[in-house]
T-cell receptor, first 116, second 116 residues
Framework: AQSVAQPEDQVNVAEGNPLTVKCTYS??????LFWYVQYPNRGLQFLLK??????LVKGSYGFEAEFNKSQTSFHLKKPSALVSDSALYFC????FGSGNTGKLIFGQGTTLQVKP | SQTIHQWPATLVQPVGSPLSLECTVEGTSNPNLYWYRQAAGRGLQLLFY??????ISSEVPQNLSASRPQDRQFILSSKKLLLSDSGFYLCAFSSLAGGWETGELFFGEGSRLTVL
């Protein structure tokens, strides 16, 4: 079965410092991986994805993520955190287990707190 | 451009009352459509998905049902709400470019349901 794990419930970082939000996955075959951000009482906003190609993927708002096949990881990174980056972040993997339905399986989310 | 609209944004309903949440998509044709539920501000659970008009797949047994009466309309319903139906409901669609899925899902702004 395909799954995704976010091992940290919360990540705290000071403004201006680099941030990393961790994600590991378990799939059979090549993974389609995604990161989303959610602000309070809002829907999820798509940040970036990895399907194929370069292992370093760049996305919205200065975020990037590195696909590491040997470690089955897809960590989200940003060189310099902003207070406005404080939000709930979700990693997701496409579920190919039931055909081409496009379903995504989400991790439990990581709250990012950036302090001034 | 592809957009998604979801309403109502908030809803307070008594136990045993009916429910109807509606979602419409614009700027695309024949998208896959999804209803997710988010409990306690954390992980997302896929409730239903649809790959075409009148085609509904349920992921978990529950007190809810879904319908897709038109290509770009997706409705979540219940005949009698339970306390456990409270949560944040998110509608999503699969992004298409040139008729092909790009992989990511785009989400509506969510509907917060409180059952009292």
């Amino acid at each position: 079965a395909q799954s995704v794990a976010q091992p940290e419930d919360q990540v705290n970082v000071a403004e201006g410092n680099p941030l990393t939000v961790k994600c590991t996955y378990s799939v059979s075959g090549n993974p389609y991986l995604f990161w989303y951000v959610q602000y309070p009482n809002r829907g999820l906003q798509f940040l970036l994805k990895y399907i194929t190609g370069d292992n370093l993927v760049k996305g919205s708002y200065g975020f990037e993520a590195e696909f590491n096949k040997s470690q089955t990881s897809f960590h989200l990174k940003k060189p310099s955190a902003l207070v406005s980056d404080s939000a709930l972040y979700f990693c997701a993997v496409r579920d190919f287990g039931s055909g081409n339905t496009g379903k995504l399986i989400f991790g439990q989310g990581t709250t990012l707190q950036v302090k001034p | 451009s592809q957009t998604i609209h979801q309403w109502p944004a908030t809803l307070v309903q008594p136990v045993g009352s009916p429910l109807s949440l509606e979602c419409t998509v614009e700027g695309t044709s024949n998208p896959n459509l999804y209803w997710y539920r988010q409990a306690a501000g954390r992980g997302l659970q896929l409730l239903f998905y649809s790959v075409g008009i009148g085609q509904i797949s349920s992921e978990v047994p529950q007190n809810l049902s879904a319908s897709r009466p038109q290509d770009r309309q997706f409705i979540l319903s219940s005949k009698k709400l339970l306390l456990s139906d409270s949560g944040f409901y998110l509608c999503a669609f699969s992004s298409l470019a040139g008729g092909w899925e790009t992989g990511e899902l785009f989400f509506g702004e969510g509907s917060r349901l409180t059952v009292l």
